[in-house]
């Protein structure tokens, strides 16, 4: 329930408009504003996701590819840095915070992280692994205390053969400890339901497992999205590799599924599935777009373009 209580925060604590004001880019070019009355025409580049009280990504870009983004930080911003073999991205590496109790703030426990990405014989993006450090600080007792986290994950995809979507993704996961030998001790399964070329319904099942074996599912949720408009979706122009990236950096991610569709959804719901009558929260928005229809707000979040 913390989850759902956290979603409810976001939603209700950016409702106001940020500065309608023109803006620009670290280059100084100028910004697609981000009321109704100015559009861009010629290729596009997501730059910003902000709302009235903070920038909650920046987006960067070495030609047309996606090179580094920007989140918020405590002393200084979280950056994720990606990196491509010719077309396709390659590794995804984070430095920064992250919100891993599910609380709605930021930890204050250092997060690092590199990603490998392998791609099968087709040219789709088959698994990531991954290798995290957390760095864990205990402010009691003073002066605080810091512990060591070593975790590795592999995430494996798959795709509906007949329609080439993403079906579904699992994860296996495990701590390293010095001297003994690794073992994946937890899983969680991922599957993907659509409406036309849209994500409609996401389920995630977590749960332990032992020899390879996995256990019952412990933890379930599930997310629903309908009412999608036919608009253009701001993260349509983010390579899909990063936006599973995203999806997987912590548990609560899933929440964001819908940024895999083509279209935005007016209502989405989030709905834990492990009580014995699920009820969901549910929650609506109207978006705000440009002339060349690309959605510019929704959900209490703004969307800033810059011209490619």
């Known amino acids: 329930m913390k989850r759902l209580f956290y979603f409810i925060l976001l939603l209700v604590g950016v409702s106001t408009i940020h500065s309608c004001k023109d803006l620009l880019d670290e280059d100084g070019n100028p910004l697609i504003d981000?009321?109704?009355?100015?559009?861009?025409?010629?290729?596009?580049?997501?730059?910003?996701?902000?709302?009235?009280?903070?920038?909650?990504?920046?987006?960067?870009?070495?030609?047309?590819?996606?090179?580094?983004?920007?989140?918020?930080?405590?002393?200084?911003?979280?950056?994720?840095?990606?990196?491509?073999?010719?077309?396709?991205?390659?590794?995804?590496?984070?430095?920064?915070?992250?919100?891993?109790?599910?609380?709605?703030?930021?930890?204050?426990?250092?997060?690092?992280?590199?990603?490998?990405?392998?791609?099968?014989?087709?040219?789709?993006?088959?698994?990531?692994?991954?290798?995290?450090?957390t760095f864990l600080i205990d402010p009691i007792p003073t002066p605080p205390t810091v512990t060591l986290r070593k975790t590795k994950t592999l995430y494996k995809l798959k795709y509906t053969t007949a329609t080439s979507k993403l079906d579904s993704i699992i994860m296996t996961t495990g701590e390293e400890d010095p001297g003994v030998t690794f073992e994946y001790k937890n899983y969680s399964k991922t599957k993907y339901e659509y409406i036309g070329d849209n994500v409609s319904r996401v389920t995630r099942h977590y749960g332990a497992m032992a020899g390879g074996v996995f256990s019952p599912a412990i933890v379930k949720y599930g997310y629903g999205y309908s009412n999608y408009d036919a608009r253009i979706n701001p993260f349509t122009l983010i390579p899909f590799a990063y936006k599973v990236s995203r999806l997987l950096n912590t548990e609560i991610n899933d929440e964001e599924s819908w940024i895999l569709s083509p279209n935005s959804p007016k209502r989405l719901s989030i709905t834990d599935l492990t009580l014995p009558i699920p009820v969901p929260a549910v929650f609506s928005t109207d978006y705000n777009y440009d002339k060349q229809t690309y959605m510019t707000k929704g959900y209490g979040v703004n969307y800033i373009y810059k011209p490619l």
């Open 34 to 133: 981000i009321n109704d009355n100015t559009g861009l025409n010629g290729p596009r580049a997501l730059y910003r996701e902000i709302t009235d009280s903070d920038t909650l990504a920046t987006y960067y870009y070495n030609g047309l590819q996606l090179s580094r983004v920007t989140t918020p930080g405590f002393d200084s911003e979280s950056v994720t840095d990606v990196t491509y073999s010719g077309d396709k991205v390659s590794k995804v590496t984070f430095r920064g915070f992250l919100d891993l109790d599910n609380d709605g703030d930021l930890d204050i426990d250092s997060v690092s992280y590199t990603q490998l990405f392998t791609y099968g014989p087709t040219g789709r993006l088959e698994s990531i692994s991954e290798n995290r450090l």
